[in-house]
């Protein structure tokens, strides 16, 4: 009989499953997150390059635009959430001592929260002309 070096019991493989209970949810979430920021990213070159040179009511006309926002918002949330699972995997990795792990992994998830929420306001803001 071959000895196998999986460490996981027979439930966990026919699961995915690793140590964590996460499977590859992690591992795919930021793959995906990275292809989707693939065009949005050329979109939001394209439109810094359009808006070159452009006046403040011209590009208050543009940001207005529906679908611009809603071009921007999805890089803006894409991105966002690429970020967090990015530096939570670092922090995983090389924070050292639970108590600072946590305390950064805790620090992470508010920063991120808080730069999509003054993004995002700032988008509507400018998108609905208040």
Not at 86 to 108: C, F, P, R, V, W
């Amino acid at each position: 009989m071959k000895k196998s070096s999986d460490m996981r019991t027979a439930l966990g493989r026919v699961r995915g499953l690793g140590a964590a209970r996460e499977g590859t949810g992690h591992f795919w979430a930021i793959r995906l997150t990275s292809i989707a920021l693939v065009p949005l990213t050329f979109f939001v070159v394209g439109l810094l390059f359009a808006l070159n040179g452009a006046g403040y009511a011209e590009m208050r006309s543009i940001l207005g635009n529906p679908l611009v926002s809603m071009m921007l918002l999805a890089t803006i949330g894409a991105s966002l959430y690429h970020m967090w699972l990015g530096m939570q995997d670092i922090l995983l990795d090389y924070a050292h001592g639970e108590a600072s792990k946590y305390g950064l992994l805790i620090l992470n998830t508010f920063f991120c929260i808080a730069i999509g929420a003054i993004c995002a306001f700032s988008l509507l803001k400018i998108a609905f002309g208040v």
